[in-house]
């Protein structure tokens, strides 16, 4: 079991910046992707952010070049670093992970609001 907690979000600007962190525990060797989704009202969740356990990233169309996906392996910890915000970004964001036996696992997801 994989125990995931998102912090960071909060409502901003646009053209501001935040970061969000999601903090991992229990059998997190096990996981082998970490990624970032999110989901808007009357929306489905959408991908934004992926990284292996090997380091690869991957992102979405939509925010590359603005966001940044990081981990911190000494604190069990993802990062995801939001630059010049759009109202577009207004969503819950949620941390996800992948066991490598492809067992999913979801924080409980935290609010970015952009305003205009």
């Known amino acids: 079991q994989v125990q995931l907690v998102e912090s960071g979000g909060g409502l901003v600007q646009a053209g501001e910046s935040l970061r969000l962190a999601c903090a991992a525990s229990?059998?997190?060797?096990?996981?082998?992707?970490w990624g970032w989704y999110r989901q808007a009202p009357g929306k489905e969740r959408e991908f934004v952010s992926s990284?292996?356990?090997?380091?690869?990233?991957m992102y979405a169309k939509s925010v590359k070049g603005r966001f940044a996906i990081s981990r911190d392996n000494a604190k069990n910890t993802m990062y995801l670093q939001m630059n010049s915000l759009k109202p577009e970004d207004t969503a819950v964001y949620y941390c996800?992970?992948?066991?490598?036996?492809?067992?999913?696992?979801w924080g409980q997801g935290t609010q970015v609001t952009v305003s205009s």
């Open positions: 996800h992970a992948r066991t490598d036996r492809a067992v999913d696992y």
């Open positions: 229990g059998s997190t060797v096990s996981a082998s992707l």
């Open positions: 990284m292996s356990s090997w380091g690869s990233t």
